[in-house]
């Protein structure tokens, strides 16, 4: 199983950004899926995260109304929309999946079996 993500980049605060995560190497739509983030000198820490079985959706407190996540199970691509984005959102951003049967999504960076790379998100003030 591989996930790559991209969309990161450099952007002033009030902008927005969309983030994407393409999965290979296994049907894509039967797990959950979430986004996590770390900033230099911090642990990694939940942004969002989306279950496959009724596409219900988790966001942590700082992002909710600003942060949205979605996912196309025909593209084998997950999205974090990302709109008003402040300073403290800077981060590298990493996608991650859950193993096979594992359905919602979690907040828990312990439930996620499956990791991209990362892509470095940076909002200047």
């Known amino acids: 199983v591989q996930l790559q993500a991209s969309g990161g980049g450099l952007v002033q605060a009030g902008g927005c950004l969309r983030l994407?995560?393409?999965?290979?190497?296994?049907?894509?739509?039967?797990?959950?899926m979430g986004w996590f983030r770390q900033a230099p000198g911090k642990e990694r820490e939940f942004v969002a995260a989306i279950s496959w079985s009724d596409g219900r959706t988790y966001y942590a407190e700082s992002v909710k109304g600003r942060f949205s996540i979605s996912r196309d199970n025909a593209k084998n691509t997950m999205y974090l929309q990302m709109n008003s984005l402040k300073p403290e959102d800077t981060a590298v951003y990493y996608c991650?999946?859950?193993?096979?049967?594992?359905?919602?999504?979690?907040?828990?960076?312990?439930?996620?079996?499956?990791w991209g790379q990362g892509t470095q998100v940076t909002v200047s003030s």
């Open positions: 994407s995560c393409a999965v290979s190497g296994r049907t894509f739509s039967r797990y959950g």
């Open positions: 991650a999946a859950r193993a096979a049967g594992y359905y919602t999504g979690s907040y828990y960076l312990s439930d996620y079996a499956y």
